[in-house]
């Protein structure tokens, strides 16, 4: 089982970036996917997450309307989609997959992560 989280980099105040977490080993579709990241001296903190039940999508009030996060089940790749994005999200983040299928914001009921992918936000 592996989730390779990919796309970080630098982007500008305002800019966009994408995110992608891409599965092996197992079929993501049949589990919620969520989105963490780690500021350095900061913890760990939940972003995101999209069920795989209803497909329906969860967001810190942080991201909330900023962010997307979406899936695509062929690809065995869930995506997060970060816009307007802040020198505050400047992060390390990591996808991670939930036990079941329905989404929690609490990092230990997470069985799978990958390795983060750093995003920084600057000019």
């Not at 979406?70 to 996808?95: F, G, I, W």
């Not at 989404?103 to 992560?113: H, I, L, M």
């Amino acid at each position: 089982v592996q989730l390779q989280a990919s796309g970080g980099g630098l982007v500008q105040p305002g800019g966009s970036r994408r995110l992608s977490c891409a599965a092996s080993g197992f079929t993501p579709g049949y589990y919620a996917i969520g989105w963490f990241r780690q500021a350095p001296g900061k913890e760990r903190e939940w972003v995101s997450c999209i069920s795989s039940s209803d497909g329906r999508t969860y967001y810190a009030d942080s991201v909330k309307g900023r962010f997307t996060i979406s899936r695509h089940n062929a690809k065995n790749t869930v995506y997060l989609q970060m816009n307007s994005l802040k020198p505050e999200d400047t992060a390390e983040y990591y996808c991670a997959a939930e036990g079941s299928s329905w989404c929690t914001t609490r990092e230990y009921e997470y069985a799978y992560w990958g390795q983060g992918t750093q995003v920084t936000v600057s000019s």
